[in-house]
């Protein structure tokens, strides 16, 4: 299996207040990636990092901010937990070329 | 900017059929690679099979294949002999490879349901 873990697993948090989901991986990729799912809509980026200090938004950035200060690790943070922000996230990490990207396990997230 | 499309919600299939999963996809990055992904109702991402945008070969992977038209921009995931533990959600997705300005982004379709019956 590829070295990628997500913490944590499972989260229950209340609203307005911040959370930070962590990407560890020991496969020193380049690419590093936050998604989220919700039925009916599949997988969304949120936001992603091509390097150490380099990241970019995806499609549903609102809400949400991302660090990489290490090749290994890439925090996602709520900043003030909202109901909407209820979903399974996962982490994904990928080289620059080839058919190396691989996935966490996911973190559920439940905000109430 | 990115797209993936998966017009196929739902397909069904019979055991040891094969089936083939749609995938379109619209790019302005000269190299990109392709990928497939199978997520059982356990939610764990599988990674099926990667095909790159200048690979001359359609690639495969067991009974796994990838039927890559790059004129037409499809990408489509051929199964061979259905099993019943292929049932699951399948993802297409779309990476901007080195050298393009989406730095590696890599975007996901809305996915296919495949059932297979006994």
């Known amino acids: 299996d590829a070295g990628i873990t997500q913490s944590p697993r499972h989260k229950v948090t209340e609203t307005g207040t911040p959370v930070t989901l962590r990407c560890h991986q020991t496969e020193n990729h380049r690419y590093m990636y936050w998604y989220r799912q919700d039925p009916g809509h599949g997988l969304r980026l949120i936001h992603y990092?091509?390097?150490?200090?380099?990241?970019d938004k995806g499609e549903v950035s609102d809400g949400y901010s991302v660090s990489r200060s290490k090749t290994e690790d890439f925090l996602l943070t709520l900043e003030s937990a909202t109901s909407s922000q209820t979903s399974v996230y996962f982490c994904?990490?990928?080289?620059?070329?080839?058919?190396?990207?691989?996935f966490g396990q996911g973190t559920r997230l439940t905000v109430v | 900017a990115q797209k993936i499309t998966q017009t196929q919600p739902g397909m069904f299939v019979q055991e040891k059929e094969a089936v083939t999963l749609d995938c379109t996809y619209d790019?302005?990055?000269?190299?990109?690679?392709l990928f497939w992904y199978k997520q059982p109702s356990s939610g764990e991402m599988i990674f099926l099979i990667y095909q790159g945008s200048y690979d001359q070969q359609n690639a495969t992977e067991g009974r796994y294949s990838l039927n890559f038209q790059k004129a037409r921009k499809s990408a489509n995931l051929v199964i061979s002999a259905s099993q019943l533990g292929d049932s699951a959600m399948y993802f297409c997705?779309?990476?901007?490879?080195?050298?393009?300005?989406?730095?590696?982004?890599?975007?996901f379709g809305q996915g296919t349901i495949l059932t297979v019956h006994p």
């Open positions: 994904a990490i990928s080289a620059p070329t080839g058919g190396l990207a691989f």
């Open positions: 990092s091509y390097g150490v200090k380099d990241t």
């Open positions: 997705a779309m990476r901007a490879n080195a050298g393009g300005t989406s730095y590696g982004k890599l975007t």
């Open positions: 790019t302005s990055d000269p190299s990109y690679g």
